[in-house]
Nanobody, 121 residues
């Protein structure tokens, strides 16, 4: 079964950048989409972006559109989330997930362990 492992989180100042990686132990093409979600303390887990395995089509939430970019490296079985112009409200644990697509957590049944991203001066 596919397993997902996130890396690349950390502490960054407002306006800075980070790149998260989601390494898959199997083939991500076995799932319709790979997504990034995030969960801040006391808040619901929200979908940030997803990429369709078949054709690479990408989707973003309004809160990150224009600042975050999702991409993949099929040779490395890895999906990335490049995050630019980070804001304090982007602070959260970020999870990658595999599933049916969309930005609703109920569409995904395989999750990584999460990576902490903290945006603070």
């Amino acid at each position: 079964q596919l397993q997902l492992v996130e890396s690349g989180g950390g502490l960054v100042q407002p306006g800075g950048s980070l790149r998260l990686s989601c390494a898959a132990s199997g083939f991500t093409s076995d799932y319709y989409a790979i997504a990034w979600f995030r969960q801040a303390p006391g808040k619901e887990r929200e979908g940030v972006s997803f990429i369709v395995s078949a054709d690479g089509t990408t989707y973003y939430s309004e809160s990150v559109e224009g600042r975050f970019t999702i991409s993949r490296d099929d040779a490395e079985n890895t999906v990335y989330l490049q995050m630019n112009n980070l804001k304090p409200e982007d602070t959260a644990v970020y999870y990658c997930a595999a599933g049916l697509g969309g930005l609703h957590r109920g569409e995904y049944d395989l999750w990584g362990q999460g990576a902490q991203v903290t945006v603070s001066s």
